[in-house]
């Protein structure tokens, strides 16, 4: 079992950047590939990026890609969105969410955390 908790979300302005934590319970964090997904007001929950187990591979969704970086920290249960150049559009609750397999569809995705909101004023 793995739980997941994520933190850092707040109010930004458009153009400024957030840093996004999401810390793991249990000792096989490094077993798992890291994902984070989006969820905006209204919309399905969608992929925005993810990390393979060592942290040596990522890939992102187009939206973001250029703007947000994943990375993860293993001796520290920890992985984290860096997120540049905000947009309104990036508003959404953040979750992360642990793999076996490194993929962005969520179905691949075993446990999830419950979620930081971000937000993005104009």
């Known amino acids: 079992q793995v739980q997941l908790v994520e933190t850092g979300g707040g109010l930004v302005q458009a153009g400024g950047s957030l840093r996004l934590s999401c810390a793991a319970s249990g000792r096989t964090f490094s077993s798992y590939a890291m994902g984070w997904f989006r969820q905006a007001p209204g919309k399905e929950r969608e992929f925005v990026g993810v990390t393979s187990r060592s942290g040596g591979s990522t890939y992102y969704a187009d939206s973001v890609k250029g703007r947000f970086t994943i990375s993860r920290d293993n001796a520290k249960n920890t992985v984290y969105l860096q997120m540049n150049s905000l947009k309104p559009e990036d508003t959404a609750v953040y979750y992360c969410?642990?793999?076996?397999?490194?993929?962005?569809?969520?179905?691949?995705?075993?446990?999830w955390g419950k979620g930081t909101l971000v937000t993005v004023s104009s």
């Open positions: 969410a642990a793999g076996g397999y490194y993929s962005g569809r969520q179905g691949n995705m075993d446990y």
